[in-house]
């Protein structure tokens, strides 16, 4: 075949996955190129808050948190009824304590163990984020990295199909630059294009539930890298699960993190009254939030959350600047000032904080966090959405996809949002926080790695 450039290894996708992928394919002594759709690289990563799981890291034994990635990969496996698959559970929960030391050690990224919260599905805590929470700073680091270690870093690039040499293998693709296209050869390519998030049809087709809800989450996520899967006869797996968010602040669109409720806060709907089980977790209680009128709720906590928030996340101070946050030392007056019936959320404030006192919860939930409540206290106004799409290339723990009889297709891998994650086999429930950036950071660097090793 005529090739315009040629490389070992091709990344496609410039988000968390493709950018781990890339430094680790170049670790391993490969020639690599990096190609991004948009004129900025990024993708879902860095709109994320950068959390990142690792078992066992040095940074959660040195908080005297005991754990281990069989304890991890129980977790996962609980959260999702068993149904995730376990090969992939076991092959990331392995690897994210070492993906977390090696981001700090290696590719100078700034994160740090966060003790002070179990977070959604984790027995212990075993999340590691940047400072003000954003993945931004994820991104920029691995991107100055990617760069400083040789890779050839090209946004404005999308990729358009793959090649294929005689043998059916992978041998290239073609990306179009200005309207012109080009033809890539590879010895290995890497698809880091994330899931389908940002396509309607594919949301109609797969996860009719959330298809009609706002997405919140990167536009070039159009599932391209499943789609030639599909046609190269990838097999697929847990097309219906996602991450979906049930508090996202309006009308600002801002994260309105959960740790609020972890503190001790709660949800209740335009009519001031409670109707989720909280600890069912932002994902979880996604259906719930769009069930309710105008699919609108309003988190509810107090000064002692409010104080924990602000220093820590760059989002909820954003709610708060741009008048998100509305706080008031009386629940029945800020309730009315927030267009709620004000006696009612007075007394919704004082069966939750019964049941956090020790009384039956209607709704099951047992950890209140450090409710009950005091005042003063805040509303936050939170609509739910679509974060990512959980399903996509059904792959084998080295990241490469499977045909229907079980073999891999030669010289392909997929990571992140573009192969299945780990989030059980439907719906939004069997998500523990932070498998996302877990499949696409630890995927992509066994992916990488992998790719480097075997050219
Ligand atoms: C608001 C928000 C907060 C989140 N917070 C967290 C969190 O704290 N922890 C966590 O684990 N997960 C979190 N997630 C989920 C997490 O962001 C994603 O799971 C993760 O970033 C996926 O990484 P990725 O590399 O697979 O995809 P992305 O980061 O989305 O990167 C994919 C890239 O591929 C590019 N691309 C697509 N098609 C092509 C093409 N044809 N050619 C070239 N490039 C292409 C896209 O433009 C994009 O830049 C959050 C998501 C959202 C929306």
């Known amino acids: 075949m005529a090739w315009d450039a040629q490389t070992d290894v091709l990344v496609v996708g410039g988000g968390g996955g493709g950018l781990v992928a890339a430094l680790a394919a170049r670790e391993s002594g490969a020639e690599v190129a990096l190609v991004e759709k948009h004129d900025r690289l990024g993708g879902n990563t860095a709109l994320s808050s950068g959390s990142v799981p690792g078992a066992g890291s040095r940074f959660q034994q040195a908080a005297g ?13 609980r959260q999702t009824d068993g149904t995730a698959p376990e090969h992939l559970v076991r092959a990331l929960a392995r690897e994210s304590g070492p993906l977390v030391e090696w981001m700090v050690d290696h590719l100078n990224v700034p994160l740090s163990f966060v003790p002070d919260l179990k977070k959604v599905g984790h027995s212990v805590p075993r999340t590691h984020g940047p400072m003000g929470r954003q993945g931004a700073t994820v ?50 390519v890497i698809l880091a294009t994330n899931g389908f998030g940002a396509n309607k049809k594919m949301l109609r087709d797969y996860i009719p ?18 789609i030639w899967g599909l046609e190269l006869g990838a097999r697929l797996r847990d097309m219906g699960a996602y991450q979906g968010h049930a508090s996202v602040s309006h009308p600002q669109g801002a994260l309105m993190t959960w740790s609020a409720i972890e503190r001790g806060g709660f949800l209740v709907n335009l009519e001031a009254e409670r109707f989720v089980d909280e600890s069912l977790g932002y994902s979880g209680c996604t259906s ?15 000064d002692r959350v409010h104080h924990y928030l602000e220093p820590k996340a760059q989002d909820y101070r954003d709610i708060v600047a741009y008048g998100g ?26 069966r939750y904080n019964s049941a956090a006192g020790g009384a039956a919860d209607p709704f099951g939930r047992k950890d209140f966090g450090g409710a009950p409540l005091r005042p003063p206290f805040t509303l936050v106004k939170v609509t739910a959405g679509l974060f990512h799409t959980q399903g996509g290339l059904d792959v084998n723990a080295n990241a490469q996809p499977l045909r229907d009889d079980g073999t891999a297709i030669e010289n392909l891998y997929a990571v992140g ?27 992509g660097r066994i992916a990488g790695r992998h790719a480097g090793r075997t050219l």
């Open 65 to 77: 948190v005991e754990d281990s990635a069989d304890r991890m990969a129980l977790d996962i496996m």
């Open 139 to 188: 991104v920029a680091a691995l991107e100055q990295q990617a760069r400083d270690n040789g890779i050839l870093v090209s946004p404005g690039n999308p990729v358009r199909r793959l090649l294929q040499n005689s043998a059916g293998g992978i041998a290239g693709a073609v990306i179009e630059n200005g309207g012109t296209e080009h033809r890539i050869g590879a010895r290995k």
């Open 209 to 226: 539930e959330i298809a009609e809800a706002p997405y919140f989450g990167h536009q070039g996520n159009m599932g391209e890298g499943i």
């Open 288 to 302: 719930a939030v769009r069930a309710q009128t105008e699919h609108m709720a309003f988190v509810v906590f107090d």
């Open 325 to 350: 946050a509305r706080r008031g030392a009386e629940i029945e007056a800020l309730g009315a000032a927030c267009g709620l019936d004000g006696r009612s959320l007075g007394e919704t404030l004082a």
């Open 417 to 443: 949002g573009t192969a299945v994650g780990v989030s059980g086999a439907d719906g939004n429930k069997g998500y523990c926080s932070a498998n996302g950036l877990l499949a696409a950071l630890g995927l």
